[in-house]
Nanobody, 120 residues
Framework: QVQLVESGGGLVQAGGSLRLSCAAS????????MGWYRQAPEKQRELVAV???????NYADSVKGRFTISRDNAKNTVYLQMNSLKPEDTAKYYC??????????????WGKGSLVPVSS
C-alpha cells in the first residue's frame, strides 16, 4: 500500500507565498510522475503542475511564472512553491503520483488534500 501525505497549506494573503510538500510512503519500487491538482469550491478539479522522475515539469497556464514544482527522488517527495498568490488560487490542493509498487503493480495514488485559502 502506498500513501501520500500533504503538508504546508494554510491561510495566506494575496501576494504572499506558500510551499506545499507531499511525501509518498509504503511499498514503493519507483515513482514516475508526481503532481498537484486543485479544486476550488463548486469547480472541477484541475491540473496545476506535474513533474517526471527526470525533472521535466509542466504547468497550467494560470500558474506559469508564479508556481514552481520540484521533487526529491531520494525522499519520494514533491514540492509546490507558490508565489504571488491570488484570491483565485484559493482551493484544496491534492498531490498525486504514479507509483510502481514493490509487487510491480502500477497505480495512481492521491493525497487527502491541503486547503489553501488566499485572502484579498
Amino acid at each position: 500500500q502506498v500513501q501520500l501525505v500533504e503538508s504546508g497549506g494554510g491561510l495566506v494573503q494575496a501576494g504572499g507565498s506558500l510551499r506545499l510538500s507531499c511525501a509518498a510512503s509504503g511499498s514503493i519500487f519507483s515513482i514516475n510522475f508526481m503532481g498537484w491538482y486543485r479544486q476550488a469550491p463548486e469547480k472541477q478539479r484541475e491540473l496545476v503542475a506535474v513533474i517526471t522522475s527526470g525533472g521535466n515539469a509542466n504547468y497550467a497556464d494560470s500558474v506559469k511564472g508564479r508556481f514552481t514544482i520540484s521533487r526529491d527522488n531520494a525522499k519520494n517527495t514533491v514540492y509546490l512553491q507558490m508565489n504571488s498568490l491570488k484570491p483565485e488560487d484559493t482551493a484544496k490542493y491534492y498531490c498525486t503520483a504514479e507509483v510502481t509498487t514493490k509487487q510491480h503493480y502500477a497505480m495512481n495514488v492521491w493525497g487527502k488534500g491541503s486547503l489553501v485559502p488566499v485572502s484579498s
